[in-house]
């Protein structure tokens, strides 16, 4: 399994009800139901991913984040994963304003803009970072918001959401303790773990 | 037919019949005392009885889904891109069994079969059939079989309606459900474009109010325009201008009422080779099966509550041109579904086809469909069958 979504795998707790949006080939909500009995949904827009997920048993549907939740009922779910998706959808703030109305749990990884070797790639090259984790030519990139492991943090504490967790890591996700000091220079990935403020 | 039949073929076929002499007792509150079905069957059934799966056809379909009856037949059955060894609906592992339903017209008891009452032809007092009476009818079929429950239930338009009952009605003995190109219910565009069909029938002065045949006549043109009408609905505009485009029959036009455009040419074609081949009571009582069909309405408009009894797993594929059943009616059923807290997996097929794109050759579709069947399979533990 990709290292971040072990990470999530860690994090999301018996039984619950998840929603994973984006939820690629469902590698994680194949494992989450295998190991914790995690019962959900995916969602998804790539054919592939898609045949995967029902081939493996994995309940997927057909549709397009950018479209909204609007058919999903407020707190139908524990938990709403989002991984490596943030980044190309047309409005994240919003999604993630939907992500709390019908989870009361979040978690969200996404590209980490500000890893030092994107800074390095754009201040010395001078040219659009391209990276394990950002692998696309700026014009047919699907990333089009891109973000920092800070901006996230202080969009969160813009909306009033509690950050129960953040993490950075390399690709493989692998703690290091440069990480850990200067996260928003060294993580290649971050991941955030988000509730709503008190309503 | 060429002289050698296709190896992913099923092969030739014979339609077999069951005959019930126990009274069903239908919704609109009359009984048949008796009656008789047409099926085929597919493949083998296992020694656990449990690779058994039911397909459910649409309005105008009928039990002769796949393979050929003889060497002389131009044409396989109606879903034989999706039935046969290695297809979706694999007949190395699943034993398929196709129904024609009651008040048909391909040979299970309908409106032309004798009225024990009154030794003759039912005609117009056929009883009014629903999707709930149907079901329970094949749920009976599948008692004579030997199975106590379904590997999967499948069927498109119409036939997934029955796949939905089936859920509803005998959670216990389907353990998958595919239900393709379908809607919960008939919205009042679906009602009023069924009211035309069978206005147009109605109104054929060969109808005689449903004894055509007693008057030795048969409602052709009725029928035709219902196929007609019909016909456009299940054609997407694309596919249509992609058909046949302003395309005229001759180089110029003639200024009358003769077929000019090609696409006059093939409605009414389609129009002429219908009314030979369908009966018009039969149509008339298909259509408003379809239209009293919500099972939303028996629990307040709420169809999670209505699907609550489900068990199964459930596969909804929609096609994105489909006007007469369009995505967002499958979105409903799939939002009910995960309201309900049922195991549900979605795709909507890119096709130019409009509403036949379900009966049509397509590599997504038989992707996710073969992949939801292949699934089914493993988890029932199913072996090739010798």
Same mark, same amino acid.
């Given at each position: 399994?990709?290292?971040?979504?072990?990470?999530?795998?860690?994090?999301?707790?018996?039984?619950?009800?998840?929603?994973?949006?984006?939820?690629?080939?469902?590698?994680?909500?194949?494992?989450?139901?295998?190991?914790?009995?995690?019962?959900?949904?995916?969602?998804?827009?790539?054919?592939?991913?898609?045949?995967?997920?029902?081939?493996?048993?994995?309940?997927?549907?057909?549709?397009?984040?950018?479209?909204?939740?609007?058919?999903?009922?407020?707190?139908?779910?524990?938990?709403?994963?989002?991984?490596?998706?943030?980044?190309?959808?047309?409005?994240?703030?919003?999604?993630?304003?939907?992500?709390?109305?019908?989870?009361?749990?979040?978690?969200?990884?996404?590209?980490?803009?500000?890893?030092?070797?994107?800074?390095?790639?754009?201040?010395?090259?001078?040219?659009?970072?391209?990276?394990?984790?950002?692998?696309?030519?700026?014009?047919?990139?699907?990333?089009?918001?891109?973000?920092?492991?800070?901006?996230?943090?202080?969009?969160?504490?813009?909306?009033?959401?509690?950050?129960?967790?953040?993490?950075?890591?390399?690709?493989?996700?692998?703690?290091?303790?440069?990480?850990?000091?200067?996260?928003?220079?060294?993580?290649?990935?971050?991941?955030?773990?988000?509730?709503?403020?008190?309503? | 037919?060429?002289?050698?039949?296709?190896?992913?073929?099923?092969?030739?076929?014979?339609?077999?019949?069951?005959?019930?002499?126990?009274?069903?007792?239908?919704?609109?509150?009359?009984?048949?005392?008796?009656?008789?079905?047409?099926?085929?069957?597919?493949?083998?059934?296992?020694?656990?009885?449990?690779?058994?799966?039911?397909?459910?056809?649409?309005?105008?379909?009928?039990?002769?889904?796949?393979?050929?009856?003889?060497?002389?037949?131009?044409?396989?059955?109606?879903?034989?891109?999706?039935?046969?060894?290695?297809?979706?609906?694999?007949?190395?592992?699943?034993?398929?069994?196709?129904?024609?339903?009651?008040?048909?017209?391909?040979?299970?008891?309908?409106?032309?079969?004798?009225?024990?009452?009154?030794?003759?032809?039912?005609?117009?007092?056929?009883?009014?059939?629903?999707?709930?009476?149907?079901?329970?009818?094949?749920?009976?079929?599948?008692?004579?079989?030997?199975?106590?429950?379904?590997?999967?239930?499948?069927?498109?338009?119409?036939?997934?309606?029955?796949?939905?009952?089936?859920?509803?009605?005998?959670?216990?003995?389907?353990?998958?459900?595919?239900?393709?190109?379908?809607?919960?219910?008939?919205?009042?565009?679906?009602?009023?474009?069924?009211?035309?069909?069978?206005?147009?029938?109605?109104?054929?002065?060969?109808?005689?109010?449903?004894?055509?045949?007693?008057?030795?006549?048969?409602?052709?043109?009725?029928?035709? =325009?219902? &196929?007609?009408?019909?016909?456009?609905? !299940?054609? +997407?505009?694309? *596919?249509?201008?992609?058909?046949?485009?302003?395309? /005229?029959?001759?180089?110029?036009?003639?200024?009358?009422?003769?077929?000019?455009?090609?696409?006059?040419?093939?409605?009414?074609?389609?129009?002429?080779?219908?009314?030979?081949?369908?009966?018009?009571?039969?149509?008339?009582?298909?259509?408003?099966?379809?239209?009293?069909?919500?099972?939303?309405?028996?629990?307040?408009?709420?169809?999670?509550?209505?699907?609550?009894?489900?068990?199964?797993?459930?596969?909804?594929?929609?096609?994105?041109?489909?006007?007469?059943?369009?995505?967002?009616?499958?979105?409903?059923?799939?939002?009910? =579904?995960? &309201?309900?807290?049922?195991?549900?997996? !979605?795709? +909507?097929?890119? *096709?130019?086809?409009?509403?036949?794109?379900?009966? /049509?050759?397509?590599?997504?579709?038989?992707?996710?469909?073969?992949?939801?069947?292949?699934?089914?399979?493993?988890?029932?533990?199913?072996?090739?069958?010798?």
């Amino acid at each position: 399994m990709r290292a971040d979504l072990k990470l999530i795998h860690d994090w999301v707790p018996q039984g619950a009800r998840v929603l994973d949006l984006g939820c690629g080939d469902g590698a994680l909500l194949a494992a989450l139901a295998h190991d914790k009995q995690v019962v959900g949904y995916g969602l998804e827009i790539d054919p592939d991913g898609i045949t995967a997920c029902i081939e493996r048993g994995v309940s997927v549907i057909e549709h397009d984040i950018d479209d909204g939740l609007s058919n999903v009922e407020d707190d139908a779910y524990d938990l709403v994963i989002m991984t490596q998706a943030l980044q190309a959808l047309q409005r994240p703030d919003r999604t993630l304003d939907e992500m709390l109305r019908v989870g009361r749990e979040c978690i969200i990884a996404f590209p980490n803009f500000a890893y030092w070797r994107h800074r390095l790639y754009l201040g010395f090259q001078g040219r659009m970072p391209v990276s394990k984790s950002l692998p696309h030519a700026w014009y047919d990139t699907p990333n089009i918001h891109l973000s920092t492991f800070r901006d996230f943090g202080q969009l969160c504490r813009d909306k009033g959401l509690t950050i129960v967790d953040q993490r950075v890591g390399n690709g493989d996700h692998e703690p290091h303790w440069s990480s850990r000091l200067w996260p928003n220079l060294c993580g290649e990935t971050a991941i955030f773990r988000v509730t709503r403020a008190s309503r | 037919m060429p002289d050698t039949l296709p190896p992913d073929s099923v092969g030739l076929v014979t339609p077999q019949t069951a005959h019930f002499d126990t009274p069903l007792a239908l919704a609109g509150g009359k009984t048949l005392s008796d009656y008789t079905l047409v099926y085929e069957t597919y493949g083998t059934l296992n020694a656990e009885r449990n690779n058994a799966v039911l397909i459910c056809h649409a309005l105008s379909g009928h039990h002769h889904a796949a393979g050929f009856h003889s060497m002389e037949d131009r044409k396989p059955g109606w879903w034989d891109a999706y039935i046969g060894p290695g297809k979706a609906i694999d007949t190395e592992r699943f034993f398929v069994v196709s129904i024609n339903n009651l008040g048909g017209c391909h040979g299970s008891t309908g409106p032309a079969s004798i009225n024990p009452e009154t030794q003759r032809a039912w005609g117009p007092e056929f009883p009014v059939l629903t999707v709930a009476d149907w079901v329970h009818s094949q749920a009976r079929l599948a008692d004579r079989l030997g199975i106590e429950r379904f590997a999967a239930v499948v069927g498109g338009s119409l036939g997934g309606m029955q796949v939905l009952q089936w859920t509803m009605a005998y959670p216990e003995r389907i353990a998958n459900a595919v239900v393709i190109a379908a809607t919960p219910r008939l919205s009042a565009q679906n009602i009023a474009f069924n009211e035309v069909a069978r206005q147009a029938i109605r109104s054929d002065p060969d109808f005689h109010d449903g004894w055509y045949e007693e008057h030795g006549t048969v409602p052709k043109r009725g029928l035709k =325009l219902a &196929r007609m009408i019909g016909h456009i609905t !299940y054609l +997407s505009e694309h *596919s249509m201008g992609a058909k046949f485009g302003r395309d /005229l029959r001759t180089d110029q036009l003639n200024f009358g009422y003769d077929v000019e455009f090609q696409v006059e040419s093939y409605l009414r074609h389609q129009g002429d080779t219908f009314s030979t081949s369908f009966d018009a009571n039969t149509y008339l009582l298909m259509t408003k099966a379809l239209d009293y069909f919500d099972p939303a309405a028996l629990h307040g408009g709420d169809l999670a509550t209505a699907l609550a009894p489900a068990q199964c797993p459930f596969l909804v594929v929609s096609f994105t041109t489909d006007w007469r059943f369009a995505p967002p009616r499958s979105r409903e059923l799939v939002d009910a =579904l995960m &309201r309900a807290d049922k195991t549900v997996s !979605y795709a +909507s097929i890119d *096709s130019p086809h409009g509403h036949d794109a379900f009966l /049509l050759p397509h590599p997504r579709y038989e992707a996710v469909f073969g992949g939801f069947m292949r699934r089914a399979a493993r988890d029932l533990q199913l072996e090739e069958t010798p």
